[in-house]
């Protein structure tokens, strides 16, 4: 009977092994057949053919039949650069995206952006934005990324480049294209709080807090392509760094795909760095540091390094740099062949008819808002409104309505927006919930640019005559976004003097905030008795913020990012070093130290209450694991959302550390009175620290595993967890 099992137990590896050599080789196969037709190809071309592959909208190859690829940012829905036709979805924008604290809605986003980049002959899209924000909201960008903390940044960026590329056997298929993750490395962490700025940073800070997001999309999604940052790191700009390109990026963490530049960053070599002297050294210095794709939006040719006549005289002159060419040439080429370019026929677009949206998309737009939104405060429980026991509303404010531009696409929809069929704001909102019900009195009280105060008196009489108010502030493309950088972190303009106008009526108010950077809202958050953080949500915000409003829905979103309390507080995040202790030490002379609202913060319009947390095993070995629970109970009267987070410290360990490290999330649903058990895995990937070696490693000793609601420590339940 044992020599039977044995020979069951045998056969049963063998055809699990065969099993698996066929996948493997089925794999491999097609790898190897892309790669042979690159080669042939390239042995077909010119140098002139292969250099005019070398830029973002290389056009078709007519006598190779080398097709076009065309691309598009899809931050949060489709942008086609320079053009807004299309009718795309616009979602909430990724700093609104990663407030949901769940992955799988922005994976199904970025699936629903793939298929509507294909039906407009789109394959290749710079996003996502993989920036973990340092803690300096002047930096206009913070919107575009998905927060302040590496590991809730990986999370969402696996999630993200798995919707929009696919997996598997869907990697790259006819409803997937390729995503580009951006700006390789530190592009945030920046001096001055500027777009591109001079930055300086250490490798251990670089390893520990940029690094992972790039880690996790190599290793985890398969990023097809990969953007540097404007800046440099360590002296040498980000696009002629052959240790970050290549020792870092490809030998260390792997990656095989396309590099593409950011905007004119080959021929800034010369024009930013002042290290080139022409743009043929530009160019030579991008190519050996292993950049593939000039891009150059706009086809300025003085910007361009890229091209026959910057680069044709001295690859001629030198052969030996054309190995260079046909590299970046072979990667571009394998990116086509992946994505079934060389397979079908050019997409022909219509501009005027063409409809890449489709209601199921806009339908999920409006449930990704719902969930995004972010209740700040809510003294004396102002919200939610009660409909039967209001007879008038005054909706007020710069953010509260926008009608459709002229040109480009809504403001209030935030940086990298295609323009979609329609745009509910909040005014459109609020009055399509109360419909008859409540007289709506609106009133604009200012412009977000000016500093005119004519609008004062009607908003104030709209609030005198109201039984509450709904106050929109905050920003928008306008006063934020890539190259929207500022000085000072308070409302743009009058919104301030508005706020106080409108409090001074003693009406009950409602602050919305539709913006797109922590702002030092001091005085908000101080007399005003509720706030909602929306940031931007997308095509049908105003929807959701009535939903909200008016108890429809219950907010549940968390902050990604913290606000700080002024401009001289910054940078101000949750991952900060040990202080000094003992009075005057570590704090400022005359200002509090702690963030205006913490990273992870929300509240709800129910309660929750946590248990103690409990180890399945309070003691473990370095290469060990265990698992932590924690029981949380909905203790109000609503069903109510809950982001469960749980952060750990190595308390003594051969470095210095961060007081705490974001490790593990989970959104769950409670019904009133429901309780929840929620687990969290420990292990090597959660407890490593970067050694003195810069080596990954898990020191034996005591963690300090902490769970909760938010970073603030009030908020958080302790552990002590032994690694012998």
């Known amino acids: 009977m044992r020599r039977i099992l044995l020979i069951v137990l045998f056969t049963n590896l063998f055809i699990a092994c065969n099993s698996e050599q066929n996948s493997d080789t089925s794999v491999s196969k097609k790898d190897k057949e892309i790669a042979n037709k690159v080669q042939d190809l390239i042995g077909t071309m010119t140098l002139e053919e292969k250099i005019a592959e070398m830029t973002q909208d290389a056009p078709a190859n007519e006598r190779l039949g080398i097709p076009y690829m065309k691309y598009a940012e899809a931050l949060h829905g489709v942008w086609l650069v320079l053009d807004y036709y299309g009718n795309t979805t616009v979602y909430p924008q990724a700093i609104a995206a990663a407030s949901t604290w769940q992955p799988e809605l922005v994976k199904k986003m970025a699936s629903q952006t793939a298929l509507e980049a294909r039906t407009l002959g789109v394959t290749h899209t710079y996003s996502p934005n993989l920036d973990v924000i340092s803690g300096d909201p002047r930096y206009g960008r913070v919107e575009e990324s998905y927060g302040e903390d590496p590991y809730l940044v990986s999370r969402m960026g696996v999630a993200f480049i798995q919707g929009l590329q696919g997996m598997g056997d869907e990697r790259f298929d006819e409803n997937h294209v390729m995503a580009t993750a951006k700006h390789f490395i530190g592009y945030p962490e920046n001096r001055r709080g500027i777009n591109g700025g001079f930055s300086d940073m250490s490798e251990r800070r670089l390893r520990e807090v940029y690094l992972p997001p790039f880690e996790a999309?190599?290793?985890?999604?398969?990023?097809g392509s990969l953007m540097p940052g404007h800046q440099d790191y360590n002296g040498v700009p980000n696009h002629m760094n052959t240790w970050l390109l290549k020792d870092i990026l490809r030998d260390e963490l792997g990656f095989d795909g396309l590099i593409v530049s950011d905007n004119n960053d080959i021929a800034r070599l010369g024009t930013m760095h002042f290290i080139a002297e022409t743009r043929t050294e530009s160019a030579i210095l991008g190519l050996k540091a292993g950049v593939d794709m000039d891009l150059v939006i706009g086809k300025i040719e003085k910007l361009a390094a890229y091209n026959s006549k910057v680069l044709k005289d001295t690859i001629t002159k030198n052969p030996e740099l054309e190995k260079y060419i046909d590299k970046a040439t072979s990667r571009i080429l394998t990116a086509k062949y992946q994505l079934g370019l060389f397979d079908a026929a050019p997409k022909e677009i219509d501009t005027k008819t063409i409809i890449a949206g489709t209601k199921e998309h806009q339908?999920?737009?409006?449930?990704?808002?719902?969930?995004?939104?972010i209740l700040l405060k809510n003294e004396n429980n102002v919200l939610p409104l009660d409909l039967?026991?209001?007879?008038?509303?005054?909706?007020?404010?710069p953010n509260a309505h926008e009608n459709k531009p002229k040109k480009?696409?809504?403001?209030?929809?935030?940086?990298?927006?295609g323009l979609p069929p329609f745009y509910v704001s909040a005014l459109d909102g609020i009055k399509a919930k109360v419909g008859d019900k409540v007289k709506i009195n609106y009133a604009k009280g200012c412009d977000l640019l000016s500093n005119s105060k004519k609008g004062f008196p009607a908003a104030i009489a709209a609030a005198k005559k109201s039984d509450a108010v709904v106050l929109v502030i905050g920003g928008s493309r306008k006063t934020g976004g890539e190259g929207v950088d500022r000085a000072d972190l308070d409302l743009y303009g009058v919104q301030k003097e508005l706020v106080k106008a409108i409090h001074k009526t003693g009406k009950p108010v409602v602050a919305v905030l539709i913006n797109g950077r922590p702002l030092s809202i001091n005085y908000v958050a101080e007399k005003i008795p509720s706030i909602l953080e929306t940031w931007y949500l997308g095509m049908r915000s105003g929807d959701a913020i009535?939903?909200?409003?008016?108890?429809?829905?219950?907010?549940?979103?968390?902050?990604?990012?913290?606000f700080p309390r002024s401009v001289g507080q910054v940078p101000v995040t949750y991952l900060e070093r040990p202080d000094f202790i003992g009075s005057g030490k570590g704090q400022f002379k005359n200002a509090d130290k702690s963030p205006l609202f913490p990273f992870g913060f929300g509240l709800s319009y129910t309660t929750f209450k946590y248990g103690s947390p409990k180890f399945k095993n309070a003691t473990i070995s370095a290469d060990?694991?265990?698992?932590?629970?924690?029981?949380?109970?909905?203790?109000?009267?609503?069903?109510?959302?809950?982001?469960?987070?749980?952060?750990?410290?190595d308390d003594f360990a051969s470095v210095g550390r961060y007081n705490k490290m974001l490790k593990g999330f989970e959104r769950i649903s409670l019904k009133p009175g429901e309780t929840k058990t929620v687990t969290f895995q420990l292990g090597f990937d959660e407890l490593n620290i970067l050694n003195q070696q810069m080596k990954k490693e898990v020191e034996p000793g005591t963690f300090t595993i902490s769970v909760g609601a938010s970073s603030q420590e009030k908020d958080l339940k302790k552990a002590i967890l032994r690694v012998k």
Do not use: W
Request: hydrophobic share 35%; glycine share 12%; net charge negative.
């Open 624 to 649: 060990g694991d265990t698992t932590i629970s924690v029981e949380v109970t909905n203790t109000g009267d609503r069903t109510g959302d809950e982001v469960v987070q749980m952060y750990v410290r």
């Open 408 to 417: 480009g696409t809504y403001s209030l929809l935030g940086g990298y927006s």
């Open 363 to 373: 339908d999920f737009s409006y449930e990704m808002a719902k969930k995004a939104i």
């Open 217 to 223: 999309a190599i290793k985890e999604a398969k990023i």
């Open 388 to 397: 039967s026991k209001i007879k008038s509303l005054a909706v007020i404010g």
């Open 546 to 562: 009535a939903d909200a409003i008016f108890g429809d829905i219950n907010p549940g979103g968390k902050l990604t990012v913290s």
